[in-house]
């Protein structure tokens, strides 16, 4: 929210008295004197209005978990444990995953209570390649690299997938690179060569990459440089 709206939602303030706050400078966001009105409050900011602390702002939370197999991308399931299930850290649920994983997919997932960094990971605009080790139960053949890279129309979506890199490491065996998270988008590209997908492991969202000491099940906090990178 702009800062001078969340200053005159307070009863303390009105509109005239906020501008003046702000034309003072006696605003400050996270310890910076604001004097802009569009300026962005989060409920992480710390909100101070001449020395007094009108908002603590509450602490963010950034995990990296390194996803099992046989666990559901949900925060609740009546039937499958979650992986909100692995992440043993007071008021879970405030958490959500930024992009969910298939459940028998493995690998990298991260997961958040900060709404706007998981959508700068996840929106198709920001064009982050989202990695994948894949294993199939036919071989693949030369046709695929090119045809994924030309984008493969889902007739569901109506829309044709942004370009994807294929390197093909055996007969059966690949890493494929997608900027886009669709519905089984992995499985479905393969598919459309007849071809199932029995292994499929993400390797990295971006800048960052499952951390190999982290066995499946195990988790770890992202450090500030990590987090830095979305
Ligand atoms: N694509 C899929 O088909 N499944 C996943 O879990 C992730 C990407």
Same mark, same amino acid.
């Given at each position: 929210?702009?800062?001078? #709206? ?5 009863? #303390?303030?009105?509109?005239? =008295? ?5 034309? *003072? /400078?006696?605003?400050?966001?996270? @310890? ?8 962005? +409050?989060?409920?992480?900011?710390? &909100?101070? +209005? ?5 908002? +603590? $702002? ?49 690998? !990298? ?5 900060? $709404? ?8 198709? =605009?920001? /064009?982050?390649?989202? &990695? ?5 139960? =036919?071989? %693949? $053949? ?14 569901? *979506?109506?829309?044709?997938? =942004?370009?994807?890199?294929? %390197? &093909? ?8 690179? %997608?900027?886009? $998270? ?8 393969? @598919?459309?060569?007849?071809? /199932? +997908?029995?292994? !499929?492991?993400? *390797? ?5 990459? !499952? ?13 500030? *440089?990590?987090?830095?990178? %979305?």
């Amino acid at each position: 929210m702009r800062v001078d #709206r969340f200053l005159s939602n307070l009863p #303390r303030f009105n509109r005239k =008295q906020v501008r003046l706050l702000l034309v *003072e /400078k006696r605003v400050r966001i996270d @310890g910076k004197i604001v004097s802009d009105p569009h300026a962005e +409050v989060l409920e992480f900011s710390r &909100v101070e +209005v001449a020395e007094e602390v009108l908002q +603590v $702002g509450k602490p963010a939370r950034y995990f990296m978990l390194h996803k099992p197999p046989g666990c559901v991308s949900a925060t609740r399931d009546p039937e499958h444990p979650t992986v909100l299930d692995l992440i043993h850290e007071p008021n879970r649920d405030d958490l959500h995953i930024a992009g969910r994983l298939d459940f028998n997919t493995t690998g !990298l997932m991260l997961i958040t209570n900060d $709404g706007q960094w998981s959508r700068r990971l996840t929106q198709p =605009q920001t /064009k982050l390649p989202k &990695v994948y080790y894949v294993e199939t139960e =036919q071989e %693949i $053949g030369p046709q695929y690299a090119l045809k994924f890279a030309e984008g493969l129309y889902f007739a569901f *979506e109506d829309l044709t997938t =942004q370009p994807a890199e294929l %390197i &093909v490491l055996g007969p059966k065996a690949a890493r494929l690179s %997608i900027v886009e $998270g669709r519905y089984h988008q992995v499985k479905r590209m393969f @598919g459309h060569f007849d071809n /199932k +997908v029995l292994r !499929l492991h993400r *390797e990295s969202m971006g800048p960052l990459v !499952l951390d190999n000491a982290l066995k499946p099940g195990e988790y770890r906090a992202l450090r500030t *440089e990590e987090i830095h990178l %979305i």
